[in-house]
Protein backbone atom coordinates (compact mmCIF):
# COMPACT_ATOMS: atom_id res chain seq x y z
CA UNK A 1 0.00 0.00 0.00
CA UNK A 2 0.93 3.35 -0.93
CA UNK A 3 -0.39 6.63 0.76
CA UNK A 4 -0.60 9.50 -1.06
CA UNK A 5 -2.45 12.90 -1.06
CA UNK A 6 -4.13 14.97 -4.08
CA UNK A 7 -2.37 17.86 -5.44
CA UNK A 8 -3.02 20.21 -8.16
CA UNK A 9 0.20 21.84 -9.60
CA UNK A 10 1.14 24.97 -11.44
CA UNK A 11 -0.20 27.59 -8.58
CA UNK A 12 -3.42 26.12 -8.74
CA UNK A 13 -3.09 24.54 -5.04
CA UNK A 14 -2.79 26.43 -1.46
CA UNK A 15 -1.42 23.54 -0.47
CA UNK A 16 2.56 22.78 -1.56
CA UNK A 17 4.45 19.64 -1.62
CA UNK A 18 6.80 20.34 0.27
CA UNK A 19 3.46 20.53 2.77
CA UNK A 20 2.77 17.31 1.42
CA UNK A 21 6.37 15.68 1.97
CA UNK A 22 5.71 16.35 6.01
CA UNK A 23 2.93 14.60 6.49
CA UNK A 24 4.06 11.12 7.92
CA UNK A 25 3.79 8.01 6.21
CA UNK A 26 3.17 10.59 2.20
CA UNK A 27 5.02 8.79 -0.94
CA UNK A 28 3.66 10.70 -3.32
CA UNK A 29 0.74 12.48 -4.86
CA UNK A 30 -2.21 12.14 -7.00
CA UNK A 31 -2.46 14.58 -9.38
CA UNK A 32 -3.30 15.72 -13.32
CA UNK A 33 -2.76 18.59 -15.16
CA UNK A 34 -6.17 20.32 -14.03
CA UNK A 35 -6.47 23.01 -16.65
CA UNK A 36 -6.46 21.08 -19.69
CA UNK A 37 -9.93 20.44 -21.25
CA UNK A 38 -10.95 16.94 -22.10
CA UNK A 39 -10.21 15.49 -25.03
CA UNK A 40 -6.65 17.19 -25.35
CA UNK A 41 -3.47 15.03 -25.19
CA UNK A 42 -1.46 15.63 -22.62
CA UNK A 43 1.45 17.06 -23.44
CA UNK A 44 4.61 14.85 -22.51
CA UNK A 45 6.56 18.19 -21.61
CA UNK A 46 3.71 19.35 -19.02
CA UNK A 47 4.27 15.82 -18.15
CA UNK A 48 7.78 15.72 -17.52
CA UNK A 49 7.73 19.09 -15.82
CA UNK A 50 5.23 17.91 -13.06
CA UNK A 51 6.83 14.44 -12.55
CA UNK A 52 10.16 16.78 -12.24
CA UNK A 53 8.33 18.92 -9.68
CA UNK A 54 6.69 16.49 -7.80
CA UNK A 55 10.58 14.38 -7.62
CA UNK A 56 11.91 17.84 -6.64
CA UNK A 57 9.87 17.93 -3.64
CA UNK A 58 10.98 14.19 -2.84
CA UNK A 59 7.94 12.55 -3.64
CA UNK A 60 6.55 10.30 -6.64
CA UNK A 61 3.65 10.79 -9.46
CA UNK A 62 2.29 7.66 -10.42
CA UNK A 63 -0.87 8.24 -9.75
CA UNK A 64 -3.10 10.84 -12.03
CA UNK A 65 -6.57 12.00 -10.62
CA UNK A 66 -8.30 12.79 -13.63
CA UNK A 67 -7.84 12.49 -17.56
CA UNK A 68 -11.51 13.75 -17.79
CA UNK A 69 -13.09 11.70 -21.14
CA UNK A 70 -14.81 14.01 -23.63
CA UNK A 71 -18.44 14.62 -23.54
CA UNK A 72 -18.50 12.51 -26.90
CA UNK A 73 -17.17 9.15 -26.06
CA UNK A 74 -20.15 9.25 -22.89
CA UNK A 75 -22.62 10.18 -25.64
CA UNK A 76 -21.40 7.33 -28.23
CA UNK A 77 -20.82 9.87 -31.17
CA UNK A 78 -19.16 9.25 -34.40
CA UNK A 79 -16.54 11.73 -33.42
CA UNK A 80 -15.98 9.32 -30.14
CA UNK A 81 -12.87 7.60 -32.11
CA UNK A 82 -10.81 10.67 -32.38
CA UNK A 83 -11.25 11.23 -28.62
CA UNK A 84 -10.28 7.92 -27.96
CA UNK A 85 -7.28 7.67 -29.85
CA UNK A 86 -6.29 11.13 -28.17
CA UNK A 87 -6.83 9.14 -24.81
CA UNK A 88 -4.79 6.47 -25.67
CA UNK A 89 -1.78 8.84 -26.91
CA UNK A 90 -2.33 10.21 -23.05
CA UNK A 91 -1.58 7.02 -21.92
CA UNK A 92 1.09 6.56 -23.92
CA UNK A 93 2.60 9.79 -22.57
CA UNK A 94 1.89 9.01 -18.70
CA UNK A 95 3.69 5.74 -19.21
CA UNK A 96 6.91 7.66 -20.38
CA UNK A 97 6.57 9.77 -17.02
CA UNK A 98 5.93 6.11 -14.70
CA UNK A 99 2.34 6.54 -14.44
CA UNK A 100 0.91 3.24 -13.01
CA UNK A 101 -2.92 4.09 -11.71
CA UNK A 102 -5.21 6.38 -13.45
CA UNK A 103 -7.97 7.20 -11.94
CA UNK A 104 -11.00 8.60 -14.14
CA UNK A 105 -15.15 8.91 -14.26
CA UNK A 106 -18.17 7.99 -16.45
CA UNK A 107 -20.51 10.43 -15.09
CA UNK A 108 -22.42 12.18 -18.10
CA UNK A 109 -22.29 16.09 -17.76
CA UNK A 110 -22.50 17.04 -14.13
CA UNK A 111 -19.30 15.22 -12.33
CA UNK A 112 -19.96 15.25 -8.67
CA UNK A 113 -22.52 17.59 -6.91
CA UNK A 114 -22.97 19.28 -3.51
CA UNK A 115 -25.71 21.49 -2.30
CA UNK A 116 -22.89 23.71 -0.17
CA UNK A 117 -19.18 23.51 -0.01
CA UNK A 118 -18.73 25.48 3.20
CA UNK A 119 -21.35 24.39 5.69
CA UNK A 120 -20.61 24.98 9.19
CA UNK A 121 -20.06 22.06 11.86
CA UNK A 122 -21.19 22.52 15.37
CA UNK A 123 -17.03 22.10 16.10
CA UNK A 124 -16.76 25.41 14.19
CA UNK A 125 -15.58 23.35 11.12
CA UNK A 126 -16.85 24.01 7.17
CA UNK A 127 -17.29 20.87 4.92
CA UNK A 128 -19.36 20.35 1.65
CA UNK A 129 -22.92 18.96 2.24
CA UNK A 130 -25.67 17.22 0.21
CA UNK A 131 -29.30 18.24 0.43
CA UNK A 132 -31.21 16.49 -2.24
CA UNK A 133 -34.24 18.57 -1.98
CA UNK A 134 -32.15 22.04 -2.72
CA UNK A 135 -30.37 20.26 -5.41
CA UNK A 136 -33.16 19.50 -7.00
CA UNK A 137 -34.58 22.91 -6.66
CA UNK A 138 -31.12 24.33 -8.84
CA UNK A 139 -31.40 24.08 -12.49
CA UNK A 140 -27.97 23.04 -13.54
CA UNK A 141 -26.79 26.14 -14.84
CA UNK A 142 -27.36 28.08 -11.11
CA UNK A 143 -25.89 24.98 -9.73
CA UNK A 144 -23.04 25.26 -11.81
CA UNK A 145 -22.61 29.04 -11.23
CA UNK A 146 -23.17 28.27 -7.53
CA UNK A 147 -20.50 25.70 -7.08
CA UNK A 148 -17.91 27.75 -8.83
CA UNK A 149 -18.64 31.06 -6.81
CA UNK A 150 -17.25 29.32 -3.52
CA UNK A 151 -14.27 27.52 -4.99
CA UNK A 152 -12.24 30.32 -3.59
CA UNK A 153 -10.54 31.04 -7.26
CA UNK A 154 -9.39 27.36 -7.28
CA UNK A 155 -10.16 25.33 -10.76
CA UNK A 156 -12.94 22.77 -9.07
CA UNK A 157 -12.40 19.47 -10.50
CA UNK A 158 -15.44 18.60 -12.89
CA UNK A 159 -17.29 21.62 -13.52
CA UNK A 160 -14.24 23.08 -15.15
CA UNK A 161 -16.49 26.26 -17.37
CA UNK A 162 -15.92 24.86 -20.60
CA UNK A 163 -18.42 22.25 -19.96
CA UNK A 164 -21.10 24.27 -18.54
CA UNK A 165 -21.87 26.05 -21.80
CA UNK A 166 -23.68 22.81 -23.86
CA UNK A 167 -25.16 21.48 -20.02
CA UNK A 168 -28.66 22.04 -21.02
CA UNK A 169 -28.65 20.06 -24.17
CA UNK A 170 -26.34 17.80 -22.76
CA UNK A 171 -29.23 17.13 -20.23
CA UNK A 172 -31.37 16.16 -22.65
CA UNK A 173 -29.17 14.27 -24.68
CA UNK A 174 -28.80 11.88 -22.20
CA UNK A 175 -32.33 11.74 -20.69
CA UNK A 176 -33.47 10.50 -24.06
CA UNK A 177 -30.86 7.75 -24.76
CA UNK A 178 -31.13 6.10 -21.35
CA UNK A 179 -29.06 4.08 -19.14
CA UNK A 180 -28.82 0.61 -21.43
CA UNK A 181 -27.38 2.36 -24.37
CA UNK A 182 -25.36 4.37 -22.09
CA UNK A 183 -23.56 1.16 -20.48
CA UNK A 184 -22.77 0.67 -24.24
CA UNK A 185 -20.90 3.64 -24.28
CA UNK A 186 -18.74 2.65 -21.45
CA UNK A 187 -18.13 -0.69 -23.36
CA UNK A 188 -16.72 0.80 -26.09
CA UNK A 189 -14.75 3.09 -24.59
CA UNK A 190 -13.40 -0.32 -22.47
CA UNK A 191 -12.55 -2.06 -24.99
CA UNK A 192 -10.79 0.57 -27.28
CA UNK A 193 -8.88 1.57 -24.07
CA UNK A 194 -8.13 -1.16 -21.54
CA UNK A 195 -5.58 -3.06 -24.28
CA UNK A 196 -3.33 -0.34 -24.39
CA UNK A 197 -3.90 0.87 -20.05
CA UNK A 198 -2.32 -3.16 -20.10
CA UNK A 199 0.58 -2.47 -22.76
CA UNK A 200 1.61 0.71 -20.58
CA UNK A 201 1.06 -0.93 -17.33
CA UNK A 202 -1.31 1.90 -15.77
CA UNK A 203 -4.00 0.66 -14.30
CA UNK A 204 -7.73 2.18 -14.95
CA UNK A 205 -9.40 2.61 -11.75
CA UNK A 206 -13.25 4.15 -12.50
CA UNK A 207 -14.12 6.85 -9.67
CA UNK A 208 -17.75 5.94 -8.38
CA UNK A 209 -20.61 8.27 -9.36
CA UNK A 210 -20.94 11.14 -6.72
CA UNK A 211 -23.87 10.99 -5.71
CA UNK A 212 -24.58 7.53 -6.09
CA UNK A 213 -28.32 8.25 -7.59
CA UNK A 214 -29.44 10.12 -10.41
CA UNK A 215 -30.16 13.44 -10.65
CA UNK A 216 -31.84 15.36 -13.15
CA UNK A 217 -32.81 12.55 -14.84
CA UNK A 218 -29.38 11.49 -15.62
CA UNK A 219 -27.96 7.99 -16.23
CA UNK A 220 -26.24 7.40 -12.79
CA UNK A 221 -23.86 3.85 -12.99
CA UNK A 222 -21.17 2.71 -10.93
CA UNK A 223 -23.37 3.49 -7.67
CA UNK A 224 -23.44 -0.02 -5.86
CA UNK A 225 -22.23 -3.41 -5.60
CA UNK A 226 -24.06 -4.95 -8.50
CA UNK A 227 -23.83 -2.47 -11.18
CA UNK A 228 -19.72 -2.38 -10.21
CA UNK A 229 -19.57 -6.37 -10.86
CA UNK A 230 -21.47 -5.60 -14.04
CA UNK A 231 -19.04 -2.61 -15.08
CA UNK A 232 -15.99 -5.48 -13.97
CA UNK A 233 -17.23 -7.58 -16.39
CA UNK A 234 -17.38 -5.53 -19.20
CA UNK A 235 -13.20 -6.54 -19.35
CA UNK A 236 -11.73 -9.34 -17.99
CA UNK A 237 -8.07 -7.55 -17.87
CA UNK A 238 -7.03 -6.88 -14.53
CA UNK A 239 -5.92 -3.23 -15.59
CA UNK A 240 -9.34 -2.48 -15.51
CA UNK A 241 -10.87 -2.08 -11.94
CA UNK A 242 -12.43 0.95 -9.54
CA UNK A 243 -11.32 3.56 -7.39
CA UNK A 244 -12.95 2.46 -4.04
CA UNK A 245 -14.44 5.85 -2.64
CA UNK A 246 -16.05 5.35 0.27
CA UNK A 247 -17.46 8.64 0.37
CA UNK A 248 -18.87 8.25 -2.61
CA UNK A 249 -20.09 4.84 -2.18
CA UNK A 250 -21.32 5.55 1.46
CA UNK A 251 -23.77 8.77 0.75
CA UNK A 252 -26.07 5.46 0.06
CA UNK A 253 -26.96 3.52 3.48
CA UNK A 254 -27.97 0.76 1.49
CA UNK A 255 -23.99 0.10 0.38
CA UNK A 256 -22.28 -2.25 2.75
CA UNK A 257 -18.44 -1.07 2.39
CA UNK A 258 -16.64 -3.46 4.41
CA UNK A 259 -18.54 -6.06 2.41
CA UNK A 260 -17.65 -4.26 -1.05
CA UNK A 261 -14.35 -3.72 -0.42
CA UNK A 262 -13.45 -7.27 0.43
CA UNK A 263 -15.14 -8.70 -2.40
CA UNK A 264 -13.61 -6.01 -5.03
CA UNK A 265 -10.06 -5.98 -3.46
CA UNK A 266 -9.97 -10.18 -3.32
CA UNK A 267 -10.65 -9.69 -7.36
CA UNK A 268 -7.14 -7.58 -7.28
CA UNK A 269 -10.01 -5.50 -9.08
CA UNK A 270 -9.47 -2.36 -6.38
CA UNK A 271 -6.62 0.15 -7.95
CA UNK A 272 -6.99 3.13 -5.94
CA UNK A 273 -8.88 3.90 -2.57
CA UNK A 274 -10.39 7.00 -1.54
CA UNK A 275 -11.31 7.01 2.30
CA UNK A 276 -13.29 9.16 4.53
CA UNK A 277 -16.57 9.27 6.21
CA UNK A 278 -19.76 10.77 5.79
CA UNK A 279 -22.67 11.44 8.18
CA UNK A 280 -26.13 10.63 7.09
CA UNK A 281 -28.68 12.76 7.73
CA UNK A 282 -31.62 11.02 5.47
CA UNK A 283 -31.42 8.77 2.63
CA UNK A 284 -30.31 11.44 0.50
CA UNK A 285 -29.23 13.78 2.54
CA UNK A 286 -25.44 14.12 4.00
CA UNK A 287 -22.39 15.66 5.31
CA UNK A 288 -18.97 15.14 4.52
CA UNK A 289 -16.93 14.66 8.14
CA UNK A 290 -13.97 14.43 9.73
CA UNK A 291 -12.12 10.67 8.58
CA UNK A 292 -12.73 9.02 12.12
CA UNK A 293 -15.53 6.29 12.41
CA UNK A 294 -16.92 8.16 15.24
CA UNK A 295 -17.30 11.40 13.39
CA UNK A 296 -19.44 9.66 10.55
CA UNK A 297 -21.75 6.81 9.86
CA UNK A 298 -19.26 4.86 7.78
CA UNK A 299 -16.51 1.84 9.93
CA UNK A 300 -13.32 3.34 8.60
CA UNK A 301 -11.25 0.54 10.14
CA UNK A 302 -14.02 -2.72 9.35
CA UNK A 303 -13.27 -0.77 5.40
CA UNK A 304 -9.59 -0.97 5.64
CA UNK A 305 -9.28 -4.37 7.45
CA UNK A 306 -11.47 -5.47 4.69
CA UNK A 307 -8.89 -3.84 1.87
CA UNK A 308 -5.61 -5.30 4.02
CA UNK A 309 -6.92 -9.04 4.28
CA UNK A 310 -7.73 -9.18 0.97
CA UNK A 311 -4.89 -8.62 -0.37
CA UNK A 312 -5.05 -4.96 -1.45
CA UNK A 313 -2.06 -3.22 -2.76
CA UNK A 314 -2.43 -0.54 -4.25
CA UNK A 315 -2.98 3.16 -3.23
CA UNK A 316 -4.81 5.23 -0.55
CA UNK A 317 -5.55 8.56 -0.04
CA UNK A 318 -7.33 10.47 2.06
CA UNK A 319 -10.27 12.50 1.25
CA UNK A 320 -12.30 15.64 1.23
CA UNK A 321 -11.45 16.78 4.81
CA UNK A 322 -12.96 19.65 6.45
CA UNK A 323 -11.72 23.51 6.60
CA UNK A 324 -10.53 23.89 9.71
CA UNK A 325 -8.11 26.09 11.88
CA UNK A 326 -8.92 29.01 9.48
CA UNK A 327 -7.31 27.27 6.71
CA UNK A 328 -8.13 28.90 3.41
CA UNK A 329 -8.24 26.11 -0.01
CA UNK A 330 -10.18 24.95 -2.58
CA UNK A 331 -13.02 23.21 -0.96
CA UNK A 332 -12.48 19.97 0.42
CA UNK A 333 -8.92 20.09 -0.43
CA UNK A 334 -7.37 21.92 2.77
CA UNK A 335 -3.99 20.42 4.01
CA UNK A 336 -4.97 20.14 8.06
CA UNK A 337 -7.93 17.72 8.15
CA UNK A 338 -6.09 15.79 5.06
CA UNK A 339 -2.92 15.08 6.91
CA UNK A 340 -4.84 14.34 10.26
CA UNK A 341 -7.09 11.96 7.76
CA UNK A 342 -3.62 10.40 6.46
CA UNK A 343 -2.19 9.93 9.17
CA UNK A 344 -5.73 8.07 11.36
CA UNK A 345 -5.78 5.78 7.87
CA UNK A 346 -2.09 5.38 7.96
CA UNK A 347 -2.45 4.36 11.59
CA UNK A 348 -5.60 1.98 11.10
CA UNK A 349 -3.71 -0.09 8.09
CA UNK A 350 -0.71 -0.50 10.58
CA UNK A 351 -3.64 -2.03 13.30
CA UNK A 352 -5.02 -4.22 10.22
CA UNK A 353 -1.62 -5.19 9.40
CA UNK A 354 -0.67 -6.38 12.87
CA UNK A 355 -3.34 -8.29 13.79
CA UNK A 356 -4.11 -10.21 10.01
CA UNK A 357 -2.28 -12.94 11.50
CA UNK A 358 -3.86 -13.87 14.76
CA UNK A 359 -7.46 -12.65 13.05
CA UNK A 360 -7.64 -14.47 9.87
CA UNK A 361 -4.17 -16.94 9.62
CA UNK A 362 -3.52 -15.37 6.85
CA UNK A 363 0.42 -13.90 6.66
CA UNK A 364 0.74 -10.34 5.40
MN1 LIG B 1 -13.43 10.17 -4.25
Known amino acids: MKMIMRYFPFGDDSVTLGQIRQVPGMSGVATSLSRLTAGEVWPLESLFRLKAEVADAGLEVEVIESVNIHEDIKKGLPSRDLYIERYIQTLKNLHEIGIKCLCYNFMPVLDWARSDLSHSLEDGSQVMAYRHEQVLALNPDTMALSMN ?13 ERLAQMAKDIEFYQAIGVEQYWKHIKYFLDAVIPYAQQYDIKMAIHPDDPPWPLYGLPKVITNAEHIRHFLSLNSSPYHGITFCTGSLGSSMENDLPSMAAEFASQGRIHFAHLRNVKHLSKQDFDECAHLSGCGDLDMYAIVEALSDNGFDGYIR ?4 RMIWGEQARPGYGLYDRALGATYLAGLWEAAKKTQVTRTGIPC
Open 149 to 161: SKARGYSLPGWEP
Open 318 to 321: PDHG
